[in-house]
């Protein structure tokens, strides 16, 4: 797998358009990278099993460690200060990425609904957290902030019958943008609780990465990556079998794309 790995990226230094990809991950649901370029993936392993979730990391040296394990299916991972947030099906837990040590951050109780499927999650630059809870991945889904001071509220209540199965979750200010898995995406204005459909047409959307004015956009069930550049949809990546979480690199030049299915992270070349 190593091997594998390193032959990848050997092949990718001499010819910069081919892909890195590193592989034998088990279902691996979302990625990211760190400004030091540690690259973190959460790992569901079994669905519905717990204990065998994890945290992988990649340094910049190409070296795969285990960060955290014992997880249930971790899925949505964001960094705020060297404290990584992570969605666990009706938790966030908070990893300290220097040891590994975790613990629960909001736990099931202490939101006001009871969580089905929390799946996304990110962060505004004051710390709090948008999560996207999926629910039945049909109609009865919602998204959820959590002050730095541990209060969990609902957002875009009133938007239920127009968000029903919120997954990725990009915040931007007063914006959070929306990518539901019925394939619709949305910017809701988080001061108004105005919504609006930007484009649609991402059957089993998952996840949402931002750079500039273009949107890049994953399905699950197409195995497909999109770009979204003011209304223009472009398909720019297929073949995926389920690609899940996407993000980019922190210099903005690669994407990082998840397949769950295969098992693999591809870093891709978006420059
Ligand atoms: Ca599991
Ligand atoms: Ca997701």
Do not use: C, H
Not at 49 to 60: H, N, Q, S
Not at 90 to 95: A, N
């Amino acid at each position: 797998m190593r091997l594998f790995a390193a032959f990848i990226l050997t092949f990718s230094t001499l010819f910069a358009f081919a892909d890195t990809v590193y592989d034998d991950f088990q279902m691996p649901e979302s990625v990211l990278q760190g400004n030091d370029g540690t690259i973190y993936i959460s790992e569901i392993g079994e669905r519905d099993v717990d204990g065998d979730g994890k945290i992988t990391k990649i340094d910049p040296q190409g070296n795969r460690t285990t960060l955290a394990q014992g997880l249930y299916d971790p899925k949505g991972l964001v960094l705020f200060k060297d404290k990584l947030f992570v969605t666990d099906r009706d938790v966030v837990i908070e990893v300290n990425t220097i040891d590994g040590a975790y613990g629960v951050y909001a736990g099931t109780m202490s939101f006001p609904k009871s969580p089905v499927f929390l799946n996304d999650i990110d962060v505004d630059e004051k710390g709090n957290l948008f999560v996207s809870d999926s629910g039945d991945f049909k109609s009865t889904g919602f998204v959820f902030k959590i002050t730095p001071a541990g209060e969990v509220s609902l957002v875009l209540e009133d938007q239920s019958d127009v968000i029903k199965a919120p997954n990725g979750l990009l915040v931007d200010g007063d914006k959070l943008f929306i990518l539901d898995w019925g394939g619709e995406f949305f910017k809701a204005n988080l001061k108004t609780n105005k919504v609006k459909k930007i484009a649609e047409g991402f059957t089993g959307g998952d996840g949402i990465a931002k750079n500039g004015k273009t949107f890049y956009l994953s399905s699950w069930l197409e195995g497909k990556i999109y770009t979204v550049d003011k209304g223009k949809v472009t398909v720019i990546k297929d073949g995926y079998e389920a690609a899940a979480d996407i993000a980019l690199s922190k210099n903005k030049d690669k994407l990082l794309v998840p397949d769950m299915k295969a098992g693999t992270l591809t870093i891709m070349d978006i420059k």
